[in-house]
């Protein structure tokens, strides 16, 4: 049977960005022999046979084989399948170090950031938007390609996130100050 999480999870967080696998290594296992899931499905005779018979055949568990059957035959599509096993790599992968950042906000529409001793400038009509386009320039030139976690602390309280988390599963998460937390 297919494993759920890795267990080398170790930042806070990182199972849940990982929390994917398990599906996307399902539906790779059948889109590499869609002739024999089409086979399967036809001989079954409802949908408890077919996810039986669709996990015996591809070592799935029940969980696993109904979210295949759950999805669309858009998904044996050439791109798609690229695409699949695209992001099953990256959640299979080992990530490396987080990268920690410090955001350097100036008021609600200009923020920077240094990264390998590179200042970036981000401008932007409004706060979130700014934290938006900090985080998806992060994901795109360090996470992803990097399989590196980056951790950015906004300096920012209140209704705001003071830390946001972008994972190389192309996950972003905004960390929030709570009342117990200022205590």
């Known amino acids: 049977m297919l ?17 994917a696998l398990p599906w996307l290594t399902a539906l790779s296992a059948v889109a590499a022999d869609p ?57 299979s992968a080992p990530w490396g170090e987080p990268l920690e950042l410090a955001l350097d906000v100036h008021g609600r529409r200009s923020a920077a950031v240094t990264v390998d ?8 009509t409004g706060l979130q938007s700014l934290l938006d386009q900090v985080a998806q320039f992060l994901l795109q030139t360090v996470a992803a390609p990097q399989l590196r976690p980056v951790l950015v602390s906004t300096g920012l309280s209140g209704d705001w996130p003071r830390l946001v988390r972008i994972w190389p599963s192309r996950i972003v998460e905004y960390e929030y100050e709570y009342e117990d937390d200022a205590s």
């Open 117 to 124: 001793g590179t200042a970036h400038s981000f401008r932007a």
């Open 3 to 19: 494993q759920s999480v890795p267990d080398t999870a170790t930042l806070p967080g990182e199972a849940a960005a990982r929390q």
């Open 35 to 91: 002739e024999r899931l089409v086979r399967l499905v036809q001989g079954a005779q409802d949908r408890d046979d077919a996810v039986r018979a669709v996990g015996s055949a591809f070592a799935l568990t029940p969980e696993q084989a109904g979210v295949v059957l759950d999805n669309q035959f858009g998904m044996l599509v050439g791109s798609q399948r690229s695409a699949l096993a695209e992001e099953l790599e990256v959640l």
